[in-house]
């Protein structure tokens, strides 16, 4: 099967213009966490692959907003734009400062994207993967000719760092991407899935009372309004949906793994990733990871992983990338993007 069979019915295509990510300067190291909690470093990389993550400062501004205004100035700077260019801002966020203005709102306003509409979502770790394949969609359909797209968590403003179960695995940091349309309908999301299966919430949830605490879950010392997870479902969970949705993007667009140029995969677990790449024959040097420096940065995660391989000059564009990610909700997304 090739492109024009996948986006036949469409006049127009899609590209990335630019992208660019952000990070909080402070490094949490797992050193560090030794001193906090009962852990140490050998633990939690065994586990995880994780050696250390980024944590904003809040005493110097920094959060979810601080982030994704960074990121996306690198995008649009990347991409030769302002904000004035774009006809809409997307934000992908479990981490909002505020319900009420949005922070894409805000972010808008930053950025000087007026009168651009502006909007949140939230998909937890597919937050990017949902806000990609949604601004790829209105743009085919002539809806926007060019919108822009954060994933970001400011993840260390929802951790209790008395547990060591969850606090281990999560850091902060933005990822961002301007999308705009062009006259050839074979580039961009030539396949994409969103799915979810809200059966599955108490594996991965925020109660911000005690009224929304799962059952089975009243005991569990994590205080509220944290992030709280059963590991071993999640687990369980992600490696089932993980490897399904990529199987079935091969399936669907009739592509070989090494007829891939990249794959760009949500950074939840280095074991995760692994067992990807040994059970479906991943290419190792097209599987791109970051875990180890900066933890799971929720949606922010696959974001930042896309503008740091662009800028290393690792995705070859001459073959398409798969995007892939899952997360909280439970949630599972994929793109199959052509360059």
């Not at 560090?32 to 140490?40: V, W, Y």
Request: glycine fraction near 10%.
């Amino acid at each position: 099967m090739n492109a024009s069979d996948l986006t036949a019915g469409f006049n127009r295509g899609v590209r990335i213009a630019g992208t660019g990510s952000a990070v909080p300067d402070r490094v949490l190291s797992n050193h560090d966490l030794a001193k906090m909690m009962d852990t140490s470093d050998e633990w939690i990389q065994q586990r995880t692959g994780i050696r250390e993550r980024r944590i904003c400062d809040p005493e110097k501004g920094e959060g979810t907003l601080w982030l994704s205004e960074q990121a996306a100035a690198l995008a649009l700077e990347d991409a030769g734009l302002t904000g004035a260019d774009v006809d809409l801002v997307i934000v992908a966020t479990v981490t909002m400062e505020m319900t009420c203005p949005s922070t894409a709102a805000r972010l808008a306003g930053k950025l000087g994207a007026t009168p651009a509409g502006a909007f949140d979502i939230t998909a937890a770790c597919c937050g990017f993967m949902y806000a990609l394949n949604l601004a790829d969609s209105l743009i085919r359909v002539g809806r926007a000719n060019r919108i822009l797209i954060v994933g970001c968590d400011c993840m260390s403003s929802i951790i209790d760092y008395d547990d060591r179960s969850v606090s281990i695995l999560f850091g902060d940091a933005a990822g961002s991407a301007v999308l705009e349309a062009v006259d050839d309908p074979t580039r961009g999301s030539v396949y994409q899935s969103l799915q979810a299966d809200g059966r599955g919430w108490p594996s991965l949830y925020i109660p911000r009372e005690a009224s929304q605490i799962a059952a089975g879950d009243e005991d569990n010392p994590i205080k509220l309004g944290n992030l709280r997870m059963n590991g071993r479902e999640v687990y369980k969970f992600a490696v089932t949906r993980f490897q399904r949705a990529i199987k079935d993007a091969f399936e669907k667009t009739g592509l070989e793994p090494d007829e891939f140029g990249a794959f760009i995969c949500h950074q939840s677990n280095a074991r995760i990733i692994e067992s990807a790449v040994e059970k479906l024959g991943l290419p190792d040097e097209k599987v791109y990871v970051n875990i180890d420096r900066y933890g799971n940065s929720s949606a922010g995660s696959v974001g930042l992983c896309l503008d740091q391989m662009r800028k290393a000059g690792r995705i070859d564009e001459s073959k398409p990338t798969m995007l892939v990610a899952f997360g909280g909700g439970m949630t599972w997304a994929s793109s199959v993007w052509r360059h």
